[in-house]
């Protein structure tokens, strides 16, 4: 089944305690990206990833890393959480560069506290 | 830059009733236009598309037609059902360029 996959799907944490959230695609899609998103404000682009260690700056992007070693893989990184960084998170997956047709993980709800 | 303008929720009807949400778009140049469903607990799924003028995006009894006109993109169903409850987004993108979303539109209806 194609799909988009992400880990932890909710998750309570610490300011100032480094985290990984994981993020795999099984469609071989090239073009990967983060969002986050909050109340009243829709979905914003974290960080993209138009194929393998090519990754660039979306919208949000202050506060988190992201990597893309390997064509499947998109971890999303908060070296240092801080409050403003609880939201839910969405990883996002298309063929081709930023096709319209992006494929959503279930997402992860993140509490920094 | 561009941006998309979502008819503000929550928006609660009951089944059967007509459902129209409102969606227009500021840009320069003609985007390709979408909706995006979300289930409660769930990730997007895209609804409908159109890529451009005049096109009609259509799919499980939604539609919304390109207005290059008045830059709309409105959604509409003549009968919902309660399992159309849901969160609705409207987007926008040029080409290769990442997805815009507008702020979305909760949706309930009751039995």
């Known amino acids: 089944e194609a799909q988009v996959t992400q880990n932890p799907r909710y998750l309570i944490t610490v300011t100032g305690k480094k985290l990984t959230v994981t993020c795999s695609q099984n469609m071989n899609h090239e073009y990967m990206s983060w969002y986050r998103q909050d109340p009243g404000l829709g979905l914003r682009q974290i960080y993209y990833s138009m194929n393998v260690e090519v990754t660039d700056k979306g919208d949000v992007p202050e506060g988190y890393k992201v990597s893309r070693k390997e064509k499947r893989n998109f971890p999303l990184i908060l070296e240092s959480p801080s409050p403003n960084q609880t939201s839910l998170y969405f990883c996002?997956?298309?063929?081709?560069?930023?096709?319209?047709?992006?494929?959503f993980g279930p997402g992860t709800r993140l509490t920094v506290t | 830059g561009n941006s998309v303008t979502q008819m503000e929720g929550p928006v609660t009807l009951s089944e059967e009733a007509f459902l129209t949400i409102n969606c227009t778009y500021t840009a320069t140049g003609y985007p390709s236009l979408f909706w995006y469903v979300q289930y409660p607990g769930e990730g997007l799924q895209l609804l409908l598309k159109?890529?451009?003028?005049?096109d009609k995006g259509s799919n499980k009894g939604f539609e919304a037609t390109y207005r290059k006109e008045t830059t709309s993109f409105h959604l509409e169903k003549g009968s919902v059902q309660v399992s159309d409850s849901a969160v609705y987004f409207c987007?926008?993108?040029?080409?290769?360029?990442?997805?815009?979303f507008g702020t979305g539109t909760r949706l309930t209806i009751i039995p």
């Open positions: 996002a997956s298309s063929k081709g560069l930023a096709g319209p047709e992006q494929y």
């Open positions: 987007a926008l993108s040029f080409g290769n360029e990442k997805l815009t």
């Open positions: 159109a890529t451009k003028a005049d």
